[in-house]
């Protein structure tokens, strides 16, 4: 997370998941216990703020050619799309393409 967004999210996730609170599995004691559980686990936490600021995230998988590949969509609340990438040669893991769907997120979100 970075600008805008890492303020925002910080705030979000302070009222959502308050001190001492046993959530995602564990004990949430601050911003840094979230930032050190695996990657996995904070997608979700990722995609309920993004959702809550009307940027939604889609990750599915597809099958191409009979491999099967990871794409997302990022659409706004009125449904349009701000960005649509296809990954016809790209990610072959899940956690490669949330990675890569949240970073484009981070980047429409900090637009001014």
Known sequence: MTGKAKTDFEIYFRK???????????WILGIADFYN??????????LEFFAENKIYILVY????????????IIEGSDGCNLVKEKSFDG??????????SIQKAIEIYNKP
């Open 16 to 26: 959502k998941y308050p001190l001492n609170s046993f959530r995602l599995g564990t």
């Open 37 to 46: 559980l695996p990657p996995a686990m904070q997608y979700g936490v990722y």
């Open 91 to 100: 990610y072959l893991t899940q956690e490669e393409t949330y990675n890569i």
């Open 61 to 72: 998988h597809m099958k191409l050619m009979g491999e099967g590949r990871f794409s997302w």
